[in-house]
């Protein structure tokens, strides 16, 4: 059987529910990501579109595309994020903080050259994303 990890909004009006393994998890030190999460790094969970399903309040959901490469969701009743979905990517972010019992295990920084808080856990920090991903797949000194 599939793992399945459920978590909401802020309120709880929006539900979402991701089914399996994220593709991959980590930290964002974008400029974009830390102003969307009023926070020097945002932790990501990132899957397949088919393994997110919002399952309650998807008529609460709101959307804000900065850039096509992000759209970004929250719920308007409490301004609680949600996900952004990347469709360059062809991957879905699910905010770690929202999965409480998904277990975060982060394997990598994307964007740490825009980083405002270095955070040197020996993990891989990425100048942008992973080449595989349309970035350059630089990866910077810690």
């Known amino acids: 059987m599939s793992e399945r990890y459920q978590g909401g909004c802020f ?5 979402v529910e991701v089914v399996g393994k994220p593709e991959a998890m980590g930290y964002c030190h974008c400029d974009s990501c830390r102003h969307w999460s009023a926070g020097p790094v945002n932790a990501f969970t990132l899957w397949k579109p088919d393994a997110v399903r919002i399952t309650q309040g998807e008529e609460a959901l709101e959307s804000f595309e900065k850039t096509p490469a992000s759209r970004r969701r929250w719920c308007r009743r409490c301004g609680g994020h949600v996900l952004t979905e990347h469709p360059g990517m062809g991957l879905v972010d ?3 903080a929202l999965l409480p ?7 990598l920084h ?10 040197p856990d020996g993990l891989p920090k990425m100048k942008d994303v992973p080449a ?5 797949g630089e990866v910077l000194e810690e």
């Open 11 to 15: 309120c709880g009006a929006v539900q």
């Open 94 to 96: 699910v905010y770690a």
């Open 101 to 107: 019992d998904l277990a975060f295990a982060p394997q």
């Open 110 to 119: 994307v964007h740490y050259q825009e980083a405002v808080l270095r955070i």
């Open 132 to 136: 595989e991903l349309g970035g350059s």
